[in-house]
């Protein structure tokens, strides 16, 4: 059974920077690409970015795009999510997937696996 925990989240200012994890455990070879969503408050979940087994292809929300940056390190089975420049509107619960495809993109219905999430608030 395939699990994915999250790290990193937390209570950040404007323009801070912070990095979040995710780690894969169980069977880490049945999870291919990875990404990560997000959910606000009263909001439905969005992409935010995405990467492939290789981490040779990557995408990203527009949103986020230029901020954002998703990495991974397959010897430790985790993926990253570096943010910078952090602002309020990027308060969201974040959800780190996993894909049992070589390369996934922004709809949630490409991602099998799903962590529980870890809070980041950007205050104002």
């Known amino acids: 059974q395939v699990q994915l925990v999250e790290s990193g989240g937390g209570l950040v200012q404007t323009g801070d920077s912070l990095r979040l994890s995710c780690a894969v455990s169980?069977?880490?070879?049945?999870?291919?690409?990875m990404g990560w969503f997000r959910q606000a408050p009263g909001k439905e979940r969005e992409f935010v970015a995405t990467i492939s087994w290789s981490g040779g292809s990557t995408y990203y929300a527009d949103s986020v795009k230029d901020r954002f940056t998703i990495s991974r390190d397959n010897a430790k089975s985790t993926v990253y999510l570096d943010m910078y420049s952090l602002k309020p509107e990027d308060t969201a619960v974040y959800y780190c997937a996993g894909s049992s495809v070589v390369v996934a993109r922004s709809e949630e219905y490409e991602y099998d696996y799903w962590g529980q999430g870890t809070q980041v608030t950007v205050s104002s």
């Open positions: 169980g069977r880490p070879f049945s999870v291919y690409a």
